[in-house]
């Protein structure tokens, strides 16, 4: 058990109602920036994607919003550098029994 203990209270998505849907693999390239991979899509406002900044390969996970049609990043979000994504990646198991621990 973590230093803050379980939590009680359950939270309401950030307005995204499909938060559990199966992510959609497609491993794509996003043909406004060819340096971009669209790696999945966790719902449908949110997606995962490999990208190449300033020289650097990054893992973005990433809010969008619609803007004229046109899918646009949104400010929530975050990228990880190699290091940090190696980090996390290393930890899914401890996150995953907290997770259950809490459910």
């Not at 209270?9 to 950030?14: F, G, K, L």
């Not at 497609?26 to 920036?33: A, G, L, N, Q, R």
């Not at 991979?37 to 406002?45: D, F, K, L, T």
């Amino acid at each position: 058990m973590s230093k803050w203990g379980k939590r009680k209270q359950s939270y309401a998505s950030d307005g995204d109602s499909d938060d559990h849907a199966p992510s959609k693999k497609s491993s794509m390239k996003d043909s406004d920036d060819p340096d971009n991979i669209i790696v999945c899509e966790i719902s449908r406002n949110r997606r995962v994607s490999v990208r190449n900044w300033q020289g650097k390969v990054q893992v973005d996970i990433r809010e969008f919003y619609v803007k004229d049609g046109k899918q646009m990043p949104g400010k929530k979000g975050i990228s990880l550098t190699m290091d940090q994504w190696n980090v996390l990646r290393d930890h899914v198991n401890e996150i995953d029994e907290a997770v259950a621990d809490n459910a």
